[in-house]
T-cell receptor, first 112, second 114 residues
Framework: KAGVTQTPRYLIKTRGQQVTLSCSPISGHRSVSWYQQTPGQGLQFLFEYFSETQRNKGNFPGRFSGRQFSNSRSEMNVSTLELGDSALYLC???????????FGEGSRLTVL | AQSVSQHNHHVILSEAASLELGCNYSYGGTVNLFWYVQYPGQHLQLLLKYFSGDPLVKGIKGFEAEFIKSKFSFNLRKPSVQWSDTAEYFCAVNARGSARQLTFGSGTQLTVLP
């Protein structure tokens, strides 16, 4: 069974640009969550989608957004990039809850 | 809102030593508790979880954790560590009945010397 797949794995952007990250969950998983991981703040919850609906959002500015498609694949978008957005963005999928979150390897974003 | 504290930021042990990593959370209600591990260059993986029942839970690779409700703690233990246990360990909490949102601790880097 394939795991959670995130693309791209690495990307470099400049301040003011916008970025879109993609996540394909494990087949059959309808919930997709996104987390930001930085050395200073650790792992922080961004948002969670279930059946194309955002069910919960973390404490991030409106520049951070996401969506989920009918096949459960998800994208997150960050507009007007700032230096502080440099981070590893992790996607996780799950089937039942409470249960296990299955994480992808992440997309490492560097903002110059 | 929940918060999680991992007091040990970096732990260095020799092989065969015993391990205990501390995790305390702050939340007044019922919680689901997790320990995740991130090996170098790999994705986060679940070590073990506690939802209810026996407060002593066993996970993969010989790890176990004990939930002590009165102390709001969920410490991770392993009787004898191996070099391959070198990794970063994260404790996480989810408020029971809430969305699928985990609040993570800041992580503990474990280095095991051969």
């Amino acid at each position: 069974k394939a795991g959670v797949t995130q693309t791209p794995r690495y990307l470099i952007k400049t301040r003011g640009q916008q970025v879109t990250l993609s996540c394909s969950p494990i087949s059959g998983h309808r919930s997709v969550s996104w987390y930001q991981q930085t050395p200073g703040q650790g792992l922080q919850f961004l948002f969670e989608y279930f059946s194309e609906t955002q069910r919960n959002k973390g404490n991030f500015p409106g520049r951070f957004s996401g969506r989920q498609f009918s096949n459960s694949r998800s994208e997150m978008n960050v507009s007007t990039l700032e230096l502080g957005d440099s981070a590893l963005y992790l996607c996780a999928s799950s089937s039942r809850w409470p249960g296990e979150l299955f994480f992808g390897e992440g997309s490492r974003l560097t903002v110059l | 809102a929940q918060s999680v504290s991992q007091h040990n930021h970096h732990v260095i042990l020799s092989e065969a030593a015993s391990l205990e990593l501390g995790c305390n959370y702050s939340y007044g209600g019922t919680v689901n508790l997790f320990w995740y591990v991130q090996y170098p260059g790999q994705h986060l993986q679940l070590l073990l979880k506690y939802f209810s029942g026996d407060p002593l839970v066993k996970g993969i690779k010989g790890f176990e954790a004990e939930f002590i409700k009165s102390k709001f703690s969920f410490n991770l233990r392993k009787p004898s560590v191996q070099w391959s246990d070198t990794a970063e360990y994260f404790c996480a909490v989810n408020a029971r009945g809430s969305a699928r949102q985990l609040t993570f601790g800041s992580g503990t880097q474990l280095t095991v010397l051969p």
